[in-house]
């Protein structure tokens, strides 16, 4: 699972008001080579919430990204570098998702967060 | 038996290791596949500037769906409920992410983000109660919600069903228009038994002119007939020629009855030891209709 999709995921238990972002968990990261596409990554800018990508790409062991962010940093070439490393390519391989609001953990295997929920949390 | 796979067992029991490996081996329903798909990201009508979109493929299986979006340059996050579906997924690499979840619980997804969603063959599964805490009309609600939801303003999202009869589909349409979808069905080939295909096409926001339902294909009658389907689709249903097959093969054999045929069954019963009538000129002979 990339950060692409950790910053999507929220906590979908019956009751939970914020379930984002989800604590991150790590046993196993792997780095994935992914085609670097700016026109992609100006899109994805703005639907992005900078601080918890910040957060769990520090979690996975990636600290090159700045704390804040403004769209006149798209045109840095580096920073665009950076960004599309840490949305695209860190794979959270094993591990778990946690919810803020309740500690309920939703495991990761193989790369795949198992988000199904239980019959007394739907 | 029937043939509809959602009356037979749930989804994560239904396709489990061998379903899953034989659904992604069959080069049919791979190209059945990639062409709903092919014709859902068309419906989604994503502006056309070469700027890659992240997608939500609803009940993407083992990826078939998913390898379209990524031909067509998009990022896409895949949901299914299915483990062996996803881990056949897993082996082909397919590039999107997977997640395991159960679009009936809806959509664990942050609002406004995603800016489209396809989804083949898999809502009409939502129509049916495989548990006894499933209802329904409340996984159908709790789905169209959390997808209005998570979808950006204006975005489309195109869900290819195969519903049961009309009321499945009145149930399914009504749901999403209560969730604040506009749009419609929109199907393809309506006139033909075989290559018929419907596609719920929503548009997140109040109804407008780029909300309208476009046209599905060959809807003027242009194929009236099924002479013009390809061959890769004939065996999807029963055709009425099919139908008629057997008979015409019967009369065919009565035909080849004649008196050769006879004398080698008068042999056989012979060998057998069994008293058989000598062969003569009347052997076999049709007898006159006034008889």
Redesign the interface.
Known sequence: ??L??H??????IKGVTN??PLLIEVEKVVEKQVDF?E??L???FA?I?WKALVEASRTMGYTELPENSESSMLNSDEFLRKFHHAL?ELHLEEGALVCPETGRKFPVN????????H?DE? | MTSRPELQAPPEIFYNDEEARKYTSSSRIIEIQAKLSERAVELLALPNDDVPRILLDIGCGSGLSGETLTENGHQWIGLDISQSMLDVALEREVEGDLVLGDMGQGLGLRPGVIDGAISISAVQWLCNADKSSHEPRIRLKAFFGSLYRCLGRGARAVLQVYPENLAQRELILGFAMRAGFSGGIVVDFPHSTKRRKEYLVLTCGPPSLSSAAPRGKGEEGESCSDEDSSGDEDNQSVCISDRHRPRKKQRLNKKMKGREWVLKKKEQMRRKGNAVPADTKYTARKRKARF
């Not at chain 1, 910053?7 to 979908?12: E, G």
């Not at chain 1, 193989?110 to 929920?117: D, T």
């Open positions: 699972m990339r692409l999709t910053n999507m995921l929220s906590s979908n379930g984002f596409n026109d992609f100006r899109n994805m639907k919430e695209l193989k790369g795949i967060p198992n988000m199904l929920l019959e739907v």
